[in-house]
């Protein structure tokens, strides 16, 4: 299986600022990369699939980059909503894997 | 919107069987392949199992191949998941979601979850 690291697994930052997580995958997996937010008590939902691609309806604050091995997902002008843990996962092959999860504090 | 909404969880013991459901509406069921996950009570993500859209395929995580089943029923749109020799491990909530569809689907909608305790 496709290994999937994510880093850092847990950040803190200001109402308004920046933050980003990388993802790393163990091979190559294109653009196959998908991240999900997780709120407290909820289920996960889609924010970005084939690596830059937002979901309808998510705020263009959330934007994602890489291709390869290397991602990262970069969140501009936090808001308190944004608390939630963030999950990368690699669908290139058919037995998906997910990275181990980014928990986001706001200060 | 796309609907699916688990139902079937509960206490079990261990060697225990359950049968997991997830309804699903608001899309055309039998267009797409579909999947369980699940996350261990303060833990990440797992993929369990996935099947395709008619049936015909399906895939399972080394934790539970030879123990859990993946069905499905494109005529009522209901998704399965039948659970044999739990283990304390398998602990959970289960998620059911809606591949994307294409040739490298992920994940695009999830349902509420529905929590497996296995324990005497």
């Known amino acids: 299986d496709i290994q999937m690291t994510q880093s850092p697994s847990t950040l803190s930052a200001s109402v308004g600022g920046r933050v980003s997580i990388s993802c790393r995958a163990s091979?190559?997996?294109?653009?196959?990369l998908a991240w999900y937010q997780q709120k407290p008590g909820k289920a996960p939902e889609l924010l970005i699939y084939?690596?830059?691609k937002l979901k309808g309806g998510v705020p263009s604050r959330f934007s994602g980059t890489g291709s390869g091995t290397e991602f990262t997902l970069t969140i501009s002008r936090l808001q308190p909503d944004d608390v939630a843990t963030y999950y990368c996962?690699?669908?290139?092959?058919?037995?998906?894997?997910f990275g181990q999860g980014t928990r986001l504090e706001i200060k | 919107e796309v609907q699916l909404l688990e139902s079937g969880g509960g206490l079990v013991q261990p060697g225990g069987s359950l049968r997991l459901s997830c309804t699903a509406s608001?899309?055309?069921?039998?267009?797409?392949?579909m999947g369980w996950v699940r996350q261990a009570p303060g833990k990440g993500l797992e993929r369990v199992s996935t099947?395709?859209?008619?049936?015909?395929?399906?895939d399972y995580a080394d934790s539970v191949k030879g123990r859990f089943i993946i069905s499905r029923d494109n005529s009522r749109n209901i998704l399965y998941l039948h659970m044999k020799s739990l283990r304390d491990e398998d602990t959970a909530v289960y998620y059911c979601?809606?591949?994307?569809?294409?040739?490298?689907?992920?994940?695009?909608?999830w349902g509420q979850g529905v929590l497996v305790t296995v324990s005497s």
């Open positions: 608001s899309f055309t069921f039998n267009l797409y392949a």
């Open positions: 084939d690596a830059s």
């Open positions: 091979q190559s997996i294109n653009i196959w």
């Open positions: 996962q690699q669908y290139k092959t058919y037995s998906i894997t």
């Open positions: 099947i395709g859209h008619d049936g015909d395929t399906t």
């Open positions: 979601a809606k591949d994307s569809g294409g040739f490298n689907p992920y994940f695009d909608y």
